[in-house]
Nanobody, 123 residues
């Protein structure tokens, strides 16, 4: 059974940093493209960042470019999202997405999703 479990979300002040983790099980992570998406209250889920299965290609939403970094450790079955210079508008539930593909598009994949982790940034 495939599982994606996000962790690391919490309340943080504006300007602070967080590192989110998504630990997977039940799949061979090296054959999956991965991504982070987020959903703020009352809004649609939106793309944040993706990383290809070989980690050679990353993509970021304009709103987070230069502040967030996505990375992966296939040996640990984990994908990370390092978030720096956090802003109140980054407040959302952050979701991990896995696609059995070389790359994950900004639309996300229907393959596998985690349950989300809450990030709250106070001003």
């Amino acid at each position: 059974q495939v599982q994606l479990v996000e962790s690391g979300g919490r309340l943080v002040q504006a300007g602070g940093s967080l590192r989110l983790s998504c630990t997977t099980s039940g799949l061979t992570l090296s054959t999956y493209a991965l991504g982070w998406f987020r959903q703020a209250p009352g809004k649609e889920r939106e793309f944040v960042a993706t990383i290809s299965w070989g980690a050679s290609i990353t993509d970021y939403a304009d709103s987070v470019k230069g502040r967030f970094t996505i990375s992966r450790n296939n040996a640990k079955n984990t994908v990370y999202l390092q978030m720096n210079s956090l802003k109140p508008e980054d407040t959302a539930v952050y979701y991990c997405n896995a696609a059995r593909s070389t790359r994950l598009t900004r639309a996300g994949s229907s393959d596998y999703w985690g349950q989300g982790t809450q990030v709250t940034v106070s001003s």
